[in-house]
């Protein structure tokens, strides 16, 4: 049977810390994946999945090879990693401040957080 | 102070021209065209040069070698990266045999143009001053313009994997190009008198250099990388240093950087122990900038004075791409028969001519700055303009007939199986 969640605000961990968000996180640099899944496990963090993808820049770059015409069967060694856990608003809140802590400003993640209405197999 | 502001100007430039902002603009077809050919900056080269504008001499610009070296470096060292062993073995058939008769096809008939050219031309019959100008008319014949999505009619599966095989197999041919070129250029040298001669001993030693310069080179990058950290600006810092390093032994060895360099690549990516994947992602995120910097350099060493000898010489390029590239993804299309289905100016694509030939003909006029070279680049930029006009031109007359009028079950049962095939070795 499908979880109803309360009607609550997107990051406002304050209010509701116990409420439901989904986090996405984009590491576009897959080397920063293994320090990240590190960072998560730390924060608590202990369920996510992890999606490989490709940035729009990415792909408008190989539209156009000019001296990279091998390189496109090479998509996996270049591509960026989308990782997204359900997890409680607190906990997530935790994880974007521990970012900001141990990533530099220039390698940091692109992350945020989507309120989690309803959920089913899922125990957050 | 002038060589600093042609610095400045063109570096700016680059970055501007490369920016997100102007993503939308390149999606259009006739600015990918543009694009992917360099045209539009080779243009602006030219009207900043010293013909129309005189805002960059190419006085500054042979002034500015090591920098251009270093541009040069940094293509063959990003072509050498991608040609990992296990990649190159596990290249679809298609792609191998189109890359293989294009250098059957390519390297007599473009030999045969460049030498009587040339020889007409200049009136030279020494064939050691005859050869540098043969060998890098077949290296710039070499190979294809790997973009394909200015030329894609339609979505469907053909196109896409005719597109994969022009990509794959341009890129496999720009290594060769480069191949033959440096080897071509260490086999001449300069004598004493600083005259042009044939050396196969001094030339096999510069091979020798070429090939010792990049283990090296593999074995520094790979300890640097161990030191480095995992940041960004550590690896920018490597990567400078590597493209420095092998770009000035290069020279000093009187071999191109960009063979070079593209040695070195090939070494670094095929040692074991050694992540690559965020050097590589650099490197390729880079591409398009150094890519536009080289072609604004070209149209500002560019020499219009090619008379009607050069314009012939130019038109016989043009021409005999049109007669030779098709046959490869002919050749190609005999093992996977999918691509016979794809759209008419996709087919036509292997005519144009590959952006590497812009930087191997920049190549030769900082290695041997004559009246003679500078219009060789010419000729070669005329090339490949005439390669990029004649399949728009050639589509529109053709009719929108398959590769192959004619197809039997027995050939589409046997490139079915092929492809079948690939896919359960890859």
């Known amino acids: 049977m499908a979880e109803e969640r309360p009607e609550q605000k997107a990051g406002s961990p304050e209010a509701e810390p116990r409420a439901a968000a989904l986090l996405f996180i984009i590491v576009s640099d897959p080397g920063a994946l293994d320090r990240l899944i590190t960072l998560l496990l730390d924060m608590g963090v202990t369920g996510a999945t992890v999606i490989e993808s490709k940035g729009m820049g990415a792909i408008i770059r190989e539209e156009m090879p000019i001296f990279s015409g091998l390189a496109a069967l090479l998509p996996a060694r270049t591509g960026s990693r989308v990782v997204v856990s359900a997890t409680s608003q607190q906990r997530a809140a935790d994880v974007l401040g521990a970012l900001e802590r141990e990533f530099k400003e220039r390698d940091r993640p692109i992350a945020f957080t989507t309120a989690i209405g309803q959920s089913l197999g899922v125990q957050i | ?426």
């Open chain 2, 1 to 426: 102070m002038e060589g600093f502001l042609s610095i400045l100007l063109v570096a700016t430039l680059a970055i501007a021209g490369t920016s997100r902002s102007l993503d939308r603009l390149r999606r259009s077809r006739p600015i990918a065209v543009l694009i992917s050919g360099g045209w539009i900056w080779i243009a602006l080269g030219a009207l900043l040069g010293p013909r129309i504008l005189g805002a960059i001499s190419a006085e500054i610009v042979l002034r500015l070698t090591p920098l251009v070296a270093f541009a040069l470096g940094w293509v063959g060292l990003m072509i050498g990266l991608q040609a990992q062993r296990s990649l190159l073995a596990s290249l679809p058939a298609a792609v191998r045999r189109a890359t293989l008769v294009d250098l059957a096809l390519t390297i007599p008939l473009f030999g045969v143009i460049g030498l009587v050219g040339v020889g007409l031309w200049s009136g030279e019959r020494d064939l050691a001053l005859l050869a540098t100008p043969m060998g890098l008319l077949v290296a710039c014949g070499l190979g294809w313009s790997m973009e394909t999505r200015s030329l894609r009619a339609g979505r469907g599966e053909s196109d896409g994997r005719l597109s994969l095989v022009i990509r794959a197999a341009g890129g496999l041919a720009a290594i060769a190009a480069i191949s033959i070129w440096g080897i071509g250029a260490a086999l001449t040298q300069r004598d004493a008198a600083g005259a042009l001669r044939m050396d196969a001993g001094l030339g096999a030693l510069t091979l020798l250099g070429c090939v010792g310069l990049a283990v090296v080179i593999g074995a520094l990058a790979r300890l640097a990388l161990q030191i480095a950290g995992g940041s960004r600006a550590d690896l920018l810092t490597v990567f400078l240093g590597l493209v420095a390093l092998v770009s000035g032994a290069a020279v000093n060895l009187g071999a191109p950087p960009i063979f070079a360099a593209m040695l070195a690549g090939m070494v670094l990516t095929n040692l074991p122990g050694i992540e690559l994947r965020r050097f590589e992602r650099f490197l390729l995120d880079a591409e398009h900038v150094v890519a536009v910097v080289l072609a604004i350099l070209a149209g500002v060493l560019l020499d219009p004075s090619i008379g009607a000898a050069g314009a012939l010489l130019a038109a016989g390029l043009g021409l005999g791409r049109l007669a030779v590239k098709p046959g490869s993804l002919l050749a190609a299309a005999r093992l996977d028969p999918s691509l016979r289905r794809a759209s008419r100016s996709l087919r036509l694509a292997s005519v144009r001519q590959s952006p590497v030939a812009l930087a191997v003909a920049v190549g030769f006029v900082l290695a041997a700055p004559s009246a003679l070279s500078h219009q060789l680049l010419t000729v070669v930029v005329v090339a490949g303009l005439l390669s990029e006009a004649i399949p728009l031109a050639a589509s529109a007359l053709l009719s929108d007939t398959p590769m192959s009028t004619t197809t039997t079950p027995d050939m589409d049962r046997e490139g079915n199986a092929s492809a079948a095939h690939e896919g359960e070795a890859r």
